[in-house]
């Protein structure tokens, strides 16, 4: 094994080889976790690539195709470290530099975006650029709000829509509200989710069912702010879908009793008020009947039905 004191890596170089070494072959097992494992699994690599150079012959300018393969990986290795061959005796230079992989990342990026072609309407919408102003509003309302491509079509359209010297006023008019109205029903749609799972009041999780009647009929009876049948629901509702702890059933009992009565209430206004029938004077035995009065000279004027009343019962009211 070569001595390697001249050899120093850091843990940036170590990586690079050890990645190297599993790449190849020259190392058998995984990544180590910590610098210092690191450093010592590149030494051992390195050593074992300058073993296959000088001792074994494993160059790249072997006869044997295979060999000078192997023999391109070694001095592959070997650069990784700084490290190249002269005279069967390996010589350590300076170590090379590692491209930073953020950096690399950035120009493969840098790169796509150069390859990336511009945006044409007429690769998602045949002759779409060609078309009159109705012609593009009919096609691009062919396109479904809900499809996810279909929406990053519009889009883009409309980017492209934007970016031409006489932009159809129409078709962005369109695609704005078409897809304005749909972020709409997905924020109202977010919003009632999340309304239905605030408690109708705070501690209401925690109160037990007699606590949680006591405040409705409390705020029943509350002449300022009374009770309403939403906010009645509304309890119900979220006690219905309750999972831990489940729903009691005597809350919703008590709901959907004061919903009843919210109902009964409503109904009793729409109808007319009954007039309550005045209490007959009695006598003795039958009701007695009543004398009418004549309108204005104090004759009292009598039915035979109510004078044959009166003599059956043996009484008569007369009211002047």
């Known amino acids: 094994m070569p001595q390697l004191k001249e050899l120093k890596l850091t843990d940036d170089h170590a990586q690079v080889i050890v990645e190297l ?8 097992e995984e990544m180590p976790d910590t610098k210092k494992e690191r450093l010592a699994a590149a030494d051992e690599i390195i050593a074992f690539s300058i073993d296959a150079w000088v001792n074994d012959g494993i160059t790249p300018d072997d006869d044997d195709e295979e060999v000078a393969e192997s023999g391109r990986q070694i001095e592959e290795i070997l650069e990784a470290g700084g490290v190249t061959i002269e005279d069967d005796e390996p010589v350590f230079g300076d170590l090379p530099e590692i491209e930073d992989a953020e950096d690399a990342e950035e120009d493969e990026d840098e790169s796509e975006d150069e390859d990336e072609a511009p945006f044409d309407p007429d690769d998602y919408i045949e002759g779409y650029s060609d078309m009159s102003v ?17 929406v990053a079509t519009m889009e883009a359209i409309a980017e492209w829509e934007n970016e031409q010297d006489k932009p159809s006023s129409r078709v962005l008019n369109y695609i704005e509200e078409a897809l304005g109205s749909e ?27 007699v606590e949680i ?3 409705l009929t409390a705020q029943a009876k509350d002449e300022e702010n009374p009770l309403t049948a939403e906010q009645v629901e509304y309890v119900l509702e979220y006690e219905k879908g309750r999972e831990k702890p489940p729903p009691r059933k005597r809350v919703i009992t008590f709901c959907e009793e004061l919903l009843a009565q919210f109902e009964a209430d409503d109904n009793g206004e729409d109808e007319e008020p009954e007039e309550e029938e005045k209490p007959k004077r009695r006598g003795r035995g039958k009701a007695a009947p009543k004398a009418e009065a004549a309108a204005s000279n104090g004759t009292i004027t009598l039915t035979r039905a109510q004078i044959l009343e009166a003599l059956e019962s043996g009484t008569v009211t007369i009211e002047v």
Do not use: F, N, R
């Not at 109705?134 to 279909?150: C, F, I, P, R, T």
């Open 183 to 209: 972020e709409e029903e997905s924020a109202d749609a977010e919003e009632d989710e999340d309304e239905a799972t605030d408690e109708p009041w705070d501690g209401y999780d925690a109160s037990s069912a």
């Open 213 to 215: 009647k006591k405040v």
């Open 21 to 28: 070494g599993i790449k190849y072959g020259a190392y058998s």
């Open 134 to 150: 109705a012609g593009k509003v009919k096609a691009v309302k062919s396109l479904d709000v809900e499809d996810e491509d279909d």
